[in-house]
């Protein structure tokens, strides 16, 4: 209980206390014998600690709710906390994807770079991007692979090979399915490729 809370207590309890003096008195100046005064006041006693009994519940429900918020609000400060650690633990990851985009990527060194599992990691990726990260290096790779096809002179097996592929078979199929185009067909004026853009992480929290 903090003193504030403290505070409101004792000064509700000494009105409680002069308001009861009060009634007394005025029971007491207003009733002409004793069994008059006694028989009111029984009934004046009752309803006062009726009251009072009210009033502590009211107090007990008002300090509860503003414990609860309390509790709400620092849960809800930890939790934006921990977005925001893991947030740039994922940027940190996908940094290290682009920068080796061209490269053979490991999931156990992807996920050591944001300092935690390959399963986590991996679960954690899914919740804040909305897909898988095997699902994110494929389309990069698309992408980047589409934009060089468009823009230079290099073979369609060279291109492939840079950006993992085994064979120009499955580059080509994994490439259209994409794409909607065939590579070669990515080089003619006019040809509309698809876009998958670099993620940047951002973390809103609502209430």
Do not use: W
Not at 29 to 39: A, F, H, P, R
Not at 182 to 196: D, E, I, W, Y
């Amino acid at each position: 209980m903090g003193k504030n809370q403290f505070k409101k207590i004792i000064f509700i309890t000494c009105i409680i206390i002069f308001l009861y003096i009060v009634g007394i008195v005025i029971v007491g100046i207003l009733c002409k014998d004793m069994e008059s005064v006694c028989y009111f006041s029984q009934i004046y006693s009752a309803l006062f600690v009726v009251c009072g009994v009210v009033i502590a519940m009211m107090q007990y429900i008002i300090t509860s709710n503003e414990q609860t918020n309390t509790r709400k609000r620092e849960l809800e400060l930890r939790e934006k906390e921990m977005l925001e650690i893991e947030k740039d633990r994922i940027q940190n990851a996908i940094n290290y994807i682009e920068d080796h985009i061209t490269e053979e990527l490991d999931y156990g060194q992807i996920a050591s770079v944001s300092f935690s599992s390959p399963f986590h990691f991996q679960r954690v990726f899914s919740i804040l991007c909305g897909f898988t990260l095997g699902e994110y290096i494929r389309n990069r790779r698309l992408t980047l692979a589409g934009a060089e096809l468009a823009n230079t002179q290099a073979k369609v097996i060279d291109v492939a090979c840079k950006f993992g592929y085994d064979s120009p078979e499955s580059f080509t199929k994994a490439f259209q399915k994409f794409h909607g185009i065939t590579p070669s067909q990515a080089r003619g004026n006019g040809a509309v490729l698809k876009s998958f853009s670099r993620l940047s992480i951002k973390v809103t929290l609502e209430g």
